[in-house]
């Protein structure tokens, strides 16, 4: 794949951003894996309850990612 150098480099803070997006979208994915899957956090909750909210906090972490890859339209 042929390098584009009329595209400019991401801000530092644009950098930084992405970086925490990244890792903030991971956490919460890994905070849903938990409440799937793990037996000590949310004990009150029954199995299909666990899986749902599970799901939902999967499902924001996926709609997270995909506004940190959206791309601005001032952006080039």
Do not use: H, N
Not at 34 to 62: C, K, M
């Amino acid at each position: 794949m042929p390098i584009k150098f009329d595209e400019r480099q991401k801000s530092l803070k644009r950098r930084f951003l992405l970086i925490l997006g990244a890792i903030t979208g991971l956490c919460v994915l890994w905070l849903a894996y938990l409440i799937t899957f793990g037996d000590e956090i949310l004990p009150q909750l029954s199995g299909y309850q666990r899986i749902g909210a599970g799901a939902l906090i999967a499902l924001y972490a996926v709609i997270r990612f995909s506004r940190l890859l959206k791309k601005d339209p001032d952006e080039v």
